[in-house]
């Protein structure tokens, strides 16, 4: 099993590619804790990892308030009795105009997304230099940290912001032996986009912007998560790895 007994924390893991995540790393013998704002999702994933005979638990965090983040590091290794892999899953978007976008809306989504990614990051990190302990971070950042799409100026200021700390700490860190890497995933159909394929014309829209033409599941984002998380890949550190279905790679004519 790749993950034996490693102590995996995962932010949003009540929902989308955070709960896919959970499963896949509690499939691969990782202990898992589960932390989202939402407390009843997160135990709704470690209810079905307990289901498949794996090791969970849930936790209430809010990313965006230090105490709650502290609260969770803290209580997660308690519970798992060692911490290895941080994955920041915990995200929020809006869909508005730059021009009616309200300051409110765009602190929430900055703090959800970027410091709520950078909060967690450090309470970790710090944790692991305290005992000496090498680890790896992986952050969620998404093609709008590489280019911009309309109507969402906080996500992808944010998500610009999640590859830039993710280069940043991967620098201090590395020669502590903590690694740190994001994946920028393409459409993934979850919780968050669902309304995206309510509509049938918004949804091939969404086809049609990947090479592919497809959207993704969240499963397969999961597998690339997994993949930076392992330490059989050790020498990736500040790579923003894309698994988007080659939207970014060009458009098509
Ligand atoms: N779905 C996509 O198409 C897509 C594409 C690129 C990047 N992403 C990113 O992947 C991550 C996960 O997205 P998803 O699609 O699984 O979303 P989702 O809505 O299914 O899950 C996000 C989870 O984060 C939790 N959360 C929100 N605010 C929180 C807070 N303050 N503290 C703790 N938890 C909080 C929610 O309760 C929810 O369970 C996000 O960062 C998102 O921006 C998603």
């Given amino acids: ?5 490693r102590g995996f924390l995962v932010t949003g893991g009540g929902s989308g590619i955070g709960q896919q995540v959970c499963y896949a790393a509690a499939a691969e013998g990782a202990r898992v804790a589960v932390g989202d704002l939402d407390h009843e999702r997160a135990e709704l994933t470690v209810a079905e990892i307990r289901r498949q005979k794996g090791e969970a638990h849930a936790f209430r965090v809010d990313v965006t308030q230090p105490g709650s983040v502290a609260g969770f590091i803290a209580a997660a290794e308690t519970s798992l009795g060692r911490i290895d892999v941080l994955v920041n899953s915990a995200g929020i978007r809006e869909i ?10 765009w602190r929430r989504v900055i703090d959800v997304n970027l410091s709520g990614t950078f909060l967690t990051s450090q309470a970790f990190a710090r944790r692991l230099v305290q005992q000496g302990k090498t680890g790896q971070i992986v952050n969620l950042a998404s093609t709008l940290g590489l280019m911009a799409a309309p109507n969402r100026a906080a996500y992808t200021a944010s998500k610009h912001g999640v ?7 991967a620098l201090e860190l590395g020669e502590r032996g903590i690694r740190v890497n994001a994946v920028a995933p393409g459409v993934v159909r979850t919780p968050l986009t669902e309304r995206y394929f309510q509509d049938p014309a918004y949804a091939q829209a969404i086809r049609d912007i990947h090479a592919l033409g497809r ?4 499963q397969e984002i999961a597998r690339a998560i997994l993949f930076l998380a392992d330490e059989a890949n050790g020498f ?5 790895l894309t698994v ?7 458009k098509k004519m």
């Fill in 215 to 218: 959207w993704a599941e969240p």
């Fill in 1 to 5: 099993m790749q993950f034996r007994d």
């Fill in 236 to 240: 990736v550190t500040g790579a923003v």
């Fill in 96 to 105: 508005v105009s730059v021009l009616d976008l309200s300051f409110e809306e």
């Fill in 163 to 169: 590859v830039g700390l993710t280069r940043e700490m």
């Fill in 244 to 250: 988007d279905g080659g939207w970014t790679i060009g």
